[in-house]
């Protein structure tokens, strides 16, 4: 069975510890262990009556809904089947001009996405701060070239970034939405962190026809199976978007859902007081086992630097933990030198750090 590139491939993992995918603890994919919120279940089962129906085409309540979640009107919002599907219609818009140029390493579907359309890419290494104490980066100048950003080029960006977990402050970003003919920031893991703590720049959109966001509502509310994210950018170019797309790209369950899960206040709370001391507990556990260096991050994943072969790593907790860790073969820049694990319960990630910890033994 083919092992994916990106994480969450429970079924290429069972198949290699010789166990059901149920039995297989997931640190590879990045989804929040605390949901899907009770909210979203009841939502779901409210709207199982309204299968006989197709989806409103114009999803009017869920971006009504969104829009008062972000103090905008509806018309500015597009819901999607994942960000995944945003995401390749922004790679057809960046595909028109002269160059993409975005961060790496770089979440795979970038490269799907502007590969599609024959796009061509300019990559930008974030090697120079990777390994940097802070999380938080305030100046993009020393890892964008500037003799290479024009004004026909565009900028994918994604904040917090993947796999680093690195969080671009609003400051560093803004002078470069005058800089491209478009901007795509993808802030699939943004909702992680607190209100006060978060450098979105959705407040921007109104100011900068050029600029779009993406946003997810899966990984935050544990939702990856019913497909949902939403883009923010001018209405024009939605409306452009949604021509060229099929119909009813976003189910009635996951519509209901969303609309439940933005209103859940009090699971949002939960995720943020949960989160941080969680997130320094597996830090500080990874950074005790000789060998590992774990990576400051904003987000809920660490990357970690190991002197071991993390695919060797890999392999060797699935089949004799059950554990799944994300190998970073994917990531070019990273190769075997590096892992990621996904934030989850106390007691999970405690199982993590003893499985590695035995692996590592002499």
């Known amino acids: 069975m083919r092992q994916m590139a990106h994480g969450g491939n429970l079924a290429w993992a069972a198949a290699l510890a010789g166990c059901s995918p149920s039995a297989i603890v997931d640190f590879s994919a990045s989804i929040s262990p605390l949901g ?4 979203a279940l009841v939502a779901i089962e409210s709207q199982l009556v309204n299968l006989r129906h197709y989806p409103d085409p114009d999803y009017c309540e869920l971006r009504l809904a969104l829009g008062k979640f972000h103090q905008l009107p509806p018309e ?7 960000s995944a599907e945003l995401l390749t219609l922004a790679g057809k ?8 140029a975005f961060i790496t390493p770089a979440f795979g579907d970038y490269y799907r996405s502007l590969a599609a359309y024959n796009a061509k890419v300019l990559e930008f290494p974030l090697s120079s701060v990777i390994d940097q104490e802070s999380f938080v980066i305030s100046d993009l100048s020393s890892i964008l070239d500037r003799g290479q950003i024009t004004k026909d080029k565009g900028l994918l960006l994604n904040n917090p970034h993947n796999p680093t977990g690195k969080l671009f402050s609003k400051q560093a970003i803004l002078p470069y939405l005058e800089k491209f003919a478009l901007v795509v920031v993808d802030e699939a893991f943004m909702d992680f962190l607190p209100p ?4 979105s720049i959705i407040g921007e959109v109104e100011k900068y026809p050029n600029l779009v966001i993406l946003r997810s509502l899966t990984k935050f509310y544990s939702l990856p199976g019913l497909r949902l994210g939403y883009a923010i950018a001018h209405p024009d170019r939605l409306r452009r978007w949604q021509s060229w797309r099929d119909p009813w790209p976003v189910n009635t369950l996951a519509q209901a859902a969303a609309v439940a899960v933005i209103a859940d206040k009090d699971f949002q709370k939960q995720t943020w007081t949960w989160l941080e001391p969680t997130r320094k507990q597996l830090f500080e556990g990874l950074a005790q086992i000789p060998g590992l260096q774990p990576l400051p991050s904003a987000a809920n994943f660490l990357l970690v630097k190991s002197q071991y072969s993390s695919l060797e790593l890999q392999q060797q907790l699935l089949k004799h933990h059950r554990i799944l860790i994300r190998d970073c073969l994917s990531f070019p820049e990273l190769g ?5 694990v996904a934030v989850r319960l106390s007691s999970e990630n405690q199982r993590l750090l003893d499985a590695i910890a035995l692996v590592n033994s002499p």
């Open 196 to 199: 006060d703590q978060q450098q």
């Open 36 to 39: 899907p919120p009770s909210s």
């Open 76 to 82: 500015w919002i597009l819901p999607g089947n994942g």
């Open 93 to 100: 818009e960046l595909a028109e001009l002269a160059a993409t």
């Open 336 to 340: 075997d030198g590096y892992f990621r």
